[in-house]
């Protein structure tokens, strides 16, 4: 329970399994001149959370060491330098960590206002992955309408983002996952056609229904690399985003020259806070529409009290949630 000048924290010590996370007693932080104090309503759970829980994804220089990057709440104040957001303000935000609290500070140009028709908890379940899918599909893409599009993990929070922007923005959407439900979650999303990859081969569904893939967007890594090469149109573009089978493969390089591929992936947290700021201001101008008018909506799977991040941890790596999961402040 936050004080005047302390407030509740989930701390990590070295690092390990889920049960490290325990709650702890900090300061209050003190926003910079181009940061704002937000109390936080609702923090989402992600993978880099998982990643850095094990010792594997360290925070970047001058961020705070607890977890949790992405927030809703309230403002209740604001650095010298900020003129658009005022005490009371709500606003959903990308943090660089420090989300695991009851109050926490962020860059206030990577803010933006919640949809007026959304809640805390919804709005809280948005900045990481559209951050992340908006960047690298579109931004560094340069993701198209007319074009075919492959998400693996489609009803994850990577997945179900990257399945509603496609369709938002006239892409043609295919989308692997398993068992049958998890793949009928990702239609009703708006994927044109689904894929369960323990019964069909992505690859030969891919090429005999679109002559490939232009964009891959994959979380899964290990033989997945070669099977996206394999899938992909000439002149296609595989986002790697994650490795849940692995980094390091065998792979001939042989096709990517052939087919004129690019392969490349990104971590969000370390680009420049610019380029954060530049993602906020796209998202905020041809996203956030989207929401109130519902066309794209958010997707939250479980909600579990701060101080039962452990359990939130759990079932992000049991893998069987579909949308985000979420911890209430």
């Known amino acids: 329970m936050a004080t005047a000048d302390h407030m509740t924290v989930i701390e990590m010590g070295k690092g390990g399994g889920p049960e490290v996370l325990?709650?702890?007693?900090?300061?209050?932080?003190?926003?910079?001149?181009?940061?704002?104090?937000?109390?936080?309503?609702?923090?989402?759970?992600?993978?880099p959370d998982i990643m850095q829980r094990k010792g594997l994804y360290p925070p970047p220089p001058g961020a705070s060491d607890l977890l949790?990057?992405?927030?809703?709440?309230?403002?209740?104040?604001?650095?010298?330098?900020?003129?658009?957001?005022?005490d009371g303000d709500r606003v959903?935000?990308?943090?660089?960590?420090?989300?695991?609290?009851?109050?926490?500070?962020?860059?206030?140009?990577?803010?933006?206002?919640?949809?007026?028709?959304?809640?805390?908890?919804?709005?809280?379940?948005?900045?990481e992955t559209f951050f992340t899918v908006w960047s690298n599909l579109f931004m560094d893409g340069g993701l198209k309408s007319g074009e075919t599009l492959l998400v693996h993990g489609g009803a994850g929070g990577i997945g179900t983002t990257a399945i509603q922007l496609g369709k938002a923005f006239g892409v043609k959407v295919f989308a692997t996952d398993s068992p049958s439900e998890r793949c009928a979650f990702?239609?009703?999303?708006?994927?044109?056609?689904?894929?369960?990859?323990?019964?069909?081969?992505?690859?030969?569904?891919?090429?005999?229904?679109?002559g490939g893939a232009n964009m891959?967007?994959?979380?899964?890594?290990?033989?997945?690399?070669?099977?996206?090469?394999?899938?992909?149109?000439?002149?296609?573009?595989?986002?790697?985003?994650?490795?849940?089978?692995?980094?390091?493969?065998?792979v001939n390089f042989m096709p990517i020259m052939l087919k004129r591929l690019i392969y490349t992936g990104s971590t969000l947290r370390s680009r420049p806070a610019a380029f954060k700021a530049e993602i906020a201001r796209q998202l905020e101008a041809k996203v956030w529409p989207l929401f109130e008018s519902g066309r794209v909506r958010p997707v939250?799977?479980?909600?579990?009290?701060?101080?039962?991040?452990?359990?939130?941890h759990r079932l992000m790596e049991n893998a069987g949630h579909k949308g985000k999961i979420m911890l209430a402040a």
């Open 22 to 47: 325990k709650p702890g007693v900090r300061p209050l932080p003190t926003p910079k001149p181009d940061e704002i104090l937000v109390k936080v309503a609702f923090v989402g759970v992600n993978g």
């Open 68 to 86: 949790g990057l992405e927030i809703s709440g309230t403002v209740v104040s604001a650095g010298a330098n900020v003129k658009r957001w005022r």
């Open 92 to 127: 959903c935000a990308l943090t660089n960590g420090g989300g695991y609290a009851e109050y926490c500070v962020v860059d206030a140009d990577h803010c933006l206002p919640i949809p007026h028709n959304l809640d805390f908890q919804a709005a809280a379940s948005l900045p």
């Open 186 to 210: 990702c239609r009703e999303l708006g994927a044109d056609r689904t894929i369960d990859y323990v019964a069909e081969d992505f690859v030969e569904v891919v090429r005999a229904e679109s």
């Open 216 to 250: 891959i967007l994959d979380i899964v890594g290990g033989p997945y690399i070669e099977r996206n090469i394999k899938a992909s149109a000439p002149g296609g573009r595989i986002v790697q985003l994650a490795f849940a089978l692995g980094a390091k493969v065998d």
């Open 300 to 312: 939250v799977n479980q909600v579990f009290p701060l101080a039962a991040a452990a359990d939130a």
